[in-house]
Protein backbone atom coordinates (compact mmCIF):
# COMPACT_ATOMS: atom_id res chain seq x y z
CA UNK A 1 0.00 0.00 0.00
CA UNK A 2 1.62 3.31 -0.76
CA UNK A 3 1.53 6.23 1.30
CA UNK A 4 0.39 9.41 0.48
CA UNK A 5 3.20 12.15 0.96
CA UNK A 6 2.92 16.17 0.47
CA UNK A 7 5.88 18.15 -0.84
CA UNK A 8 6.25 19.54 2.81
CA UNK A 9 6.67 16.43 4.23
CA UNK A 10 10.14 16.40 2.44
CA UNK A 11 13.21 18.16 4.07
CA UNK A 12 14.65 20.22 0.66
CA UNK A 13 14.67 24.15 1.63
CA UNK A 14 18.52 23.59 3.69
CA UNK A 15 19.96 22.05 0.64
CA UNK A 16 18.86 24.63 -1.78
CA UNK A 17 21.86 27.29 -0.65
CA UNK A 18 24.41 27.53 -3.08
CA UNK A 19 27.80 27.87 -2.22
CA UNK A 20 29.71 30.08 -4.69
CA UNK A 21 33.18 28.52 -3.23
CA UNK A 22 32.33 24.96 -3.83
CA UNK A 23 30.97 25.88 -7.36
CA UNK A 24 34.13 27.52 -8.57
CA UNK A 25 36.11 25.00 -7.29
CA UNK A 26 33.92 22.32 -9.39
CA UNK A 27 34.15 24.56 -12.43
CA UNK A 28 38.21 24.55 -12.28
CA UNK A 29 38.59 20.76 -11.58
CA UNK A 30 36.50 19.97 -14.76
CA UNK A 31 37.56 22.36 -17.29
CA UNK A 32 41.57 22.66 -16.60
CA UNK A 33 41.46 18.93 -16.76
CA UNK A 34 39.69 18.85 -19.67
CA UNK A 35 42.07 21.76 -21.49
CA UNK A 36 45.45 19.86 -20.50
CA UNK A 37 43.69 16.74 -21.81
CA UNK A 38 43.42 18.57 -24.81
CA UNK A 39 46.80 19.39 -25.27
CA UNK A 40 48.23 15.46 -24.10
CA UNK A 41 46.03 14.61 -26.87
CA UNK A 42 47.35 16.45 -29.74
CA UNK A 43 51.04 15.29 -27.98
CA UNK A 44 50.14 11.86 -27.95
CA UNK A 45 48.30 11.90 -31.86
CA UNK A 46 52.35 13.11 -32.61
CA UNK A 47 53.36 9.99 -31.40
CA UNK A 48 50.83 7.43 -31.94
CA UNK A 49 47.35 7.07 -32.74
CA UNK A 50 46.89 4.13 -30.49
CA UNK A 51 47.62 6.60 -27.66
CA UNK A 52 44.28 8.08 -28.24
CA UNK A 53 41.85 6.48 -27.17
CA UNK A 54 42.17 6.53 -22.98
CA UNK A 55 42.61 10.13 -24.00
CA UNK A 56 39.10 10.36 -25.43
CA UNK A 57 37.61 8.31 -22.34
CA UNK A 58 38.73 11.11 -20.06
CA UNK A 59 37.42 13.36 -22.14
CA UNK A 60 34.66 12.01 -22.85
CA UNK A 61 33.76 11.80 -19.39
CA UNK A 62 35.41 15.56 -18.25
CA UNK A 63 32.45 16.71 -21.03
CA UNK A 64 29.70 14.89 -19.48
CA UNK A 65 30.78 16.68 -16.47
CA UNK A 66 31.30 20.12 -18.33
CA UNK A 67 27.31 19.07 -19.63
CA UNK A 68 26.04 18.47 -16.03
CA UNK A 69 27.38 21.54 -14.35
CA UNK A 70 25.73 23.38 -17.48
CA UNK A 71 22.48 21.58 -16.46
CA UNK A 72 23.05 23.58 -12.54
CA UNK A 73 23.44 26.76 -13.76
CA UNK A 74 20.47 26.51 -16.06
CA UNK A 75 18.58 25.94 -13.14
CA UNK A 76 20.32 29.16 -11.58
CA UNK A 77 21.67 26.71 -8.67
CA UNK A 78 25.07 26.13 -9.17
CA UNK A 79 26.13 29.88 -8.21
CA UNK A 80 24.48 32.15 -5.66
CA UNK A 81 24.41 35.01 -8.50
CA UNK A 82 22.35 34.60 -11.58
CA UNK A 83 24.42 36.52 -13.70
CA UNK A 84 27.18 34.33 -12.95
CA UNK A 85 25.42 31.47 -13.66
CA UNK A 86 24.10 32.78 -17.40
CA UNK A 87 28.01 33.27 -17.99
CA UNK A 88 29.58 30.13 -16.52
CA UNK A 89 26.74 27.67 -18.10
CA UNK A 90 27.57 30.22 -21.65
CA UNK A 91 30.87 29.46 -21.43
CA UNK A 92 30.42 25.55 -20.63
CA UNK A 93 27.60 25.30 -23.38
CA UNK A 94 30.41 26.34 -25.95
CA UNK A 95 32.80 23.18 -24.73
CA UNK A 96 29.69 21.19 -25.33
CA UNK A 97 28.55 23.01 -28.60
CA UNK A 98 25.32 23.53 -27.67
CA UNK A 99 23.85 26.98 -26.59
CA UNK A 100 23.00 27.48 -22.95
CA UNK A 101 20.34 29.16 -22.85
CA UNK A 102 17.66 27.96 -25.24
CA UNK A 103 18.57 24.68 -23.67
CA UNK A 104 17.56 25.81 -20.33
CA UNK A 105 14.32 26.95 -21.63
CA UNK A 106 13.22 23.83 -23.36
CA UNK A 107 14.32 22.14 -20.18
CA UNK A 108 12.51 23.92 -17.48
CA UNK A 109 9.66 23.08 -19.69
CA UNK A 110 10.22 19.47 -18.45
CA UNK A 111 10.65 20.17 -15.27
CA UNK A 112 6.94 21.88 -15.38
CA UNK A 113 5.65 19.05 -16.88
CA UNK A 114 7.88 15.89 -16.01
CA UNK A 115 5.12 12.75 -15.94
CA UNK A 116 2.29 14.62 -17.54
CA UNK A 117 2.47 12.83 -21.28
CA UNK A 118 -0.05 14.60 -23.09
CA UNK A 119 2.15 17.64 -22.90
CA UNK A 120 5.42 16.44 -22.98
CA UNK A 121 6.45 13.41 -24.83
CA UNK A 122 9.84 12.56 -23.24
CA UNK A 123 13.53 12.66 -25.01
CA UNK A 124 12.31 11.19 -28.53
CA UNK A 125 8.92 12.49 -28.96
CA UNK A 126 7.44 9.12 -28.08
CA UNK A 127 4.03 8.59 -29.40
CA UNK A 128 0.82 6.81 -27.66
CA UNK A 129 -0.49 3.65 -28.90
CA UNK A 130 -3.41 4.79 -30.41
CA UNK A 131 -1.31 7.15 -32.39
CA UNK A 132 1.31 3.90 -33.11
CA UNK A 133 -1.72 1.87 -34.37
CA UNK A 134 -2.36 4.10 -36.68
CA UNK A 135 0.38 3.90 -38.55
CA UNK A 136 1.33 1.53 -41.54
CA UNK A 137 3.78 -1.33 -41.15
CA UNK A 138 6.79 0.62 -42.85
CA UNK A 139 6.07 3.43 -40.72
CA UNK A 140 6.37 0.97 -37.56
CA UNK A 141 9.35 -0.09 -38.07
CA UNK A 142 10.41 3.06 -39.38
CA UNK A 143 9.52 4.30 -35.58
CA UNK A 144 11.66 1.13 -33.62
CA UNK A 145 14.32 1.83 -35.96
CA UNK A 146 14.79 5.46 -34.80
CA UNK A 147 14.48 4.73 -31.15
CA UNK A 148 16.62 1.70 -31.26
CA UNK A 149 19.47 2.39 -28.49
CA UNK A 150 22.35 2.61 -31.49
CA UNK A 151 20.47 5.59 -32.87
CA UNK A 152 21.75 7.84 -30.11
CA UNK A 153 25.23 7.47 -31.93
CA UNK A 154 23.92 9.44 -35.00
CA UNK A 155 21.38 11.28 -33.04
CA UNK A 156 23.30 12.37 -30.47
CA UNK A 157 26.09 14.09 -33.14
CA UNK A 158 23.20 15.96 -34.43
CA UNK A 159 22.01 17.02 -31.06
CA UNK A 160 24.92 18.48 -30.77
CA UNK A 161 26.98 19.40 -34.15
CA UNK A 162 24.55 20.13 -36.11
CA UNK A 163 21.30 21.16 -34.58
CA UNK A 164 22.72 24.30 -33.00
CA UNK A 165 24.04 25.44 -36.07
CA UNK A 166 21.01 24.20 -38.34
CA UNK A 167 18.78 26.32 -36.30
CA UNK A 168 20.54 29.20 -36.47
CA UNK A 169 20.38 29.24 -39.85
CA UNK A 170 16.86 28.20 -40.68
CA UNK A 171 15.63 30.52 -38.30
CA UNK A 172 17.95 33.82 -39.92
CA UNK A 173 16.59 32.17 -43.25
CA UNK A 174 12.95 32.90 -42.05
CA UNK A 175 13.43 35.96 -40.61
CA UNK A 176 15.07 36.92 -43.92
CA UNK A 177 11.36 35.84 -46.12
CA UNK A 178 9.60 37.47 -43.03
CA UNK A 179 11.43 40.47 -44.16
CA UNK A 180 10.84 40.57 -47.32
CA UNK A 181 7.14 39.68 -47.37
CA UNK A 182 6.63 42.55 -44.70
CA UNK A 183 8.25 45.10 -47.34
CA UNK A 184 6.42 43.90 -50.32
CA UNK A 185 3.17 44.18 -48.24
CA UNK A 186 4.32 47.82 -46.66
CA UNK A 187 7.63 49.09 -48.31
CA UNK A 188 7.43 51.69 -45.50
CA UNK A 189 7.33 49.40 -42.21
CA UNK A 190 10.07 50.30 -39.88
CA UNK A 191 12.64 47.58 -39.06
CA UNK A 192 11.88 47.27 -35.55
CA UNK A 193 8.39 46.63 -36.28
CA UNK A 194 9.09 44.33 -38.41
CA UNK A 195 11.28 42.48 -36.10
CA UNK A 196 8.55 42.34 -33.19
CA UNK A 197 6.36 40.65 -35.81
CA UNK A 198 7.95 38.27 -36.44
CA UNK A 199 7.59 34.45 -33.97
CA UNK A 200 10.38 32.16 -35.07
CA UNK A 201 9.85 28.50 -33.59
CA UNK A 202 13.62 28.13 -33.96
CA UNK A 203 13.50 30.68 -30.76
CA UNK A 204 11.47 31.70 -28.47
CA UNK A 205 12.28 35.21 -27.33
CA UNK A 206 15.19 37.65 -28.38
CA UNK A 207 17.66 36.42 -25.52
CA UNK A 208 17.25 33.05 -26.94
CA UNK A 209 18.62 34.28 -30.27
CA UNK A 210 21.43 36.17 -28.92
CA UNK A 211 22.53 33.24 -26.92
CA UNK A 212 22.07 30.89 -30.04
CA UNK A 213 24.12 33.45 -32.58
CA UNK A 214 26.98 34.14 -29.48
CA UNK A 215 27.28 30.21 -28.96
CA UNK A 216 27.86 29.84 -32.77
CA UNK A 217 29.75 32.07 -33.23
CA UNK A 218 31.91 30.99 -30.19
CA UNK A 219 31.77 27.48 -31.36
CA UNK A 220 32.73 27.86 -35.07
CA UNK A 221 35.56 30.18 -34.18
CA UNK A 222 36.82 27.55 -31.91
CA UNK A 223 36.48 24.86 -34.74
CA UNK A 224 38.45 26.90 -37.14
CA UNK A 225 41.48 28.27 -34.79
CA UNK A 226 41.72 24.90 -34.21
CA UNK A 227 41.68 23.18 -37.61
CA UNK A 228 44.10 25.44 -38.58
CA UNK A 229 46.66 25.43 -35.32
CA UNK A 230 45.91 21.27 -35.11
CA UNK A 231 44.96 20.10 -38.66
CA UNK A 232 41.49 20.34 -39.68
CA UNK A 233 41.53 15.62 -40.24
CA UNK A 234 43.44 15.29 -36.59
CA UNK A 235 40.98 17.86 -34.89
CA UNK A 236 37.29 17.32 -36.76
CA UNK A 237 37.75 13.55 -36.72
CA UNK A 238 38.74 13.54 -33.04
CA UNK A 239 36.52 16.10 -31.48
CA UNK A 240 33.67 14.44 -33.66
CA UNK A 241 34.21 11.07 -31.63
CA UNK A 242 34.05 12.96 -28.47
CA UNK A 243 30.77 15.22 -29.11
CA UNK A 244 29.14 11.85 -30.14
CA UNK A 245 30.72 9.41 -27.28
CA UNK A 246 29.67 12.34 -25.33
CA UNK A 247 26.15 12.77 -26.60
CA UNK A 248 25.51 9.10 -26.44
CA UNK A 249 25.60 9.49 -22.72
CA UNK A 250 23.92 12.33 -22.07
CA UNK A 251 20.98 10.94 -24.25
CA UNK A 252 21.03 7.30 -22.56
CA UNK A 253 21.75 9.16 -18.86
CA UNK A 254 18.19 11.19 -19.22
CA UNK A 255 16.86 8.93 -21.29
CA UNK A 256 16.83 6.16 -17.89
CA UNK A 257 16.11 8.81 -15.45
CA UNK A 258 12.13 9.39 -17.05
CA UNK A 259 11.77 5.86 -19.56
CA UNK A 260 11.21 2.80 -17.52
CA UNK A 261 8.92 0.05 -16.67
CA UNK A 262 6.39 1.60 -14.16
CA UNK A 263 7.64 4.80 -14.50
CA UNK A 264 4.72 7.67 -13.69
CA UNK A 265 3.11 8.65 -17.34
CA UNK A 266 -0.42 10.53 -17.24
CA UNK A 267 -2.68 12.31 -18.82
CA UNK A 268 -3.32 16.07 -18.08
CA UNK A 269 -6.52 16.01 -16.27
CA UNK A 270 -5.04 13.66 -12.96
CA UNK A 271 -1.46 14.52 -13.33
CA UNK A 272 0.06 15.40 -10.12
CA UNK A 273 3.52 16.96 -10.49
CA UNK A 274 5.05 15.46 -7.08
CA UNK A 275 4.38 12.05 -8.55
CA UNK A 276 6.17 13.11 -11.60
CA UNK A 277 9.12 13.55 -9.67
CA UNK A 278 8.90 10.74 -7.48
CA UNK A 279 7.71 7.94 -9.46
CA UNK A 280 8.44 9.44 -13.22
CA UNK A 281 12.32 9.81 -11.94
CA UNK A 282 14.54 7.29 -11.46
CA UNK A 283 17.37 6.87 -9.17
CA UNK A 284 19.82 5.91 -10.97
CA UNK A 285 23.08 4.44 -8.83
CA UNK A 286 26.11 4.40 -10.57
CA UNK A 287 29.83 3.78 -9.06
CA UNK A 288 31.38 6.39 -7.66
CA UNK A 289 33.56 7.74 -10.32
CA UNK A 290 30.53 7.88 -12.37
CA UNK A 291 28.88 9.67 -10.04
CA UNK A 292 31.31 12.36 -9.67
CA UNK A 293 31.61 12.76 -14.00
CA UNK A 294 28.08 13.14 -13.70
CA UNK A 295 27.57 15.58 -11.07
CA UNK A 296 25.07 13.22 -9.16
CA UNK A 297 22.50 14.09 -11.20
CA UNK A 298 21.57 9.96 -10.30
CA UNK A 299 19.51 11.78 -7.62
CA UNK A 300 16.99 12.51 -10.21
CA UNK A 301 14.25 12.14 -8.23
CA UNK A 302 16.03 14.71 -5.06
CA UNK A 303 16.31 17.37 -8.84
CA UNK A 304 12.54 17.02 -9.88
CA UNK A 305 11.31 17.95 -6.78
CA UNK A 306 13.53 20.77 -6.25
CA UNK A 307 15.65 22.15 -9.50
CA UNK A 308 17.38 24.48 -6.78
CA UNK A 309 19.42 21.92 -5.02
CA UNK A 310 23.02 22.45 -6.72
CA UNK A 311 24.57 19.28 -7.81
CA UNK A 312 27.00 19.03 -4.40
CA UNK A 313 23.84 18.88 -2.02
CA UNK A 314 22.06 15.76 -4.43
CA UNK A 315 23.35 13.21 -2.15
CA UNK A 316 22.89 14.82 0.86
CA UNK A 317 19.18 15.58 0.33
CA UNK A 318 18.25 12.44 -0.83
CA UNK A 319 20.53 10.48 2.51
CA UNK A 320 17.89 12.83 4.48
CA UNK A 321 14.48 12.14 2.85
CA UNK A 322 15.07 8.53 1.79
CA UNK A 323 12.16 7.21 4.13
CA UNK A 324 10.22 9.35 1.99
CA UNK A 325 11.31 7.60 -1.10
CA UNK A 326 10.47 4.12 -1.06
CA UNK A 327 8.51 4.69 -4.44
CA UNK A 328 11.41 5.81 -6.24
CA UNK A 329 12.42 3.31 -8.72
CA UNK A 330 16.53 2.60 -7.95
CA UNK A 331 18.16 1.88 -12.03
CA UNK A 332 21.80 0.57 -12.48
CA UNK A 333 23.97 0.76 -15.69
CA UNK A 334 23.02 -3.02 -16.34
CA UNK A 335 19.19 -2.08 -16.78
CA UNK A 336 19.99 0.66 -19.22
CA UNK A 337 18.91 -1.99 -22.13
CA UNK A 338 16.22 -3.05 -20.31
CA UNK A 339 14.40 0.35 -20.10
CA UNK A 340 15.22 0.77 -24.42
CA UNK A 341 12.29 -0.93 -24.44
CA UNK A 342 9.76 0.94 -23.27
CA UNK A 343 9.22 3.59 -25.98
CA UNK A 344 4.98 3.72 -26.53
CA UNK A 345 2.66 5.69 -24.19
CA UNK A 346 -0.26 3.73 -23.03
CA UNK A 347 -2.71 6.55 -22.06
CA UNK A 348 -5.61 4.13 -20.86
CA UNK A 349 -3.47 2.46 -18.58
CA UNK A 350 -0.91 5.87 -17.95
CA UNK A 351 1.92 3.41 -18.62
CA UNK A 352 4.85 3.03 -20.56
CA UNK A 353 4.61 0.45 -22.81
CA UNK A 354 7.33 -1.76 -25.21
CA UNK A 355 6.01 -1.91 -28.94
CA UNK A 356 6.42 -6.18 -28.56
CA UNK A 357 3.42 -6.19 -25.80
CA UNK A 358 1.69 -4.25 -28.13
CA UNK A 359 1.97 -6.55 -30.93
CA UNK A 360 1.51 -9.31 -28.66
CA UNK A 361 -2.38 -8.18 -27.43
CA UNK A 362 -3.52 -7.73 -30.64
CA UNK A 363 -2.46 -11.33 -31.18
CA UNK A 364 -3.88 -12.43 -28.15
CA UNK A 365 -7.12 -10.25 -29.08
CA UNK A 366 -7.74 -12.27 -32.68
CA UNK A 367 -7.06 -15.43 -31.63
Same mark, same amino acid.
Given at each position: ????????????????????????????????????????????????????????????????????????????????????????????????????????????????????????????????????????????????? /?? =?? #?? %?????? +? !???????? *?? &????????????????????????????????????????????????????????? /?? =?? #?? %?????? +? !???????? *?? &????????????EGSYAHNTKDWDYLLGAIEGSS?????????????????????????????????????????????????????????????????????????????????????
Amino acid at each position: MKIAVKKSDFVLTPYMKSNDLRATYQILNTVVPYLILWFLAVKAAAISLWLLPPIIVLMTLFSIRCFSLMHDCGHYSLFSSKKVNRIVGFMLGVINAIPQYPWSRDHAYHHKTNGDWERYRGVADFLSTEQFSKLNSSDQKLYEL /LR =HP #LM %AFPGGF +F !YLAIQPRL *AL &ILGIYDFITHLFTCLKKEPRTGLSEIICAHKSKHWHTTTEFWDLLLNNICVISVWIS /LS =HF #LG %AGFFLS +F !YSILLTFS *AV &IFIWVFFVQHIFEGSYAHNTKDWDYLLGAIEGSSYLELPTILKWFTADIGYHNIHHLSERIPNYNLEACHNENIHLLSNVKTLRIADMLHCSKFILWDSDSNSLVSIASIRQSILDFRF
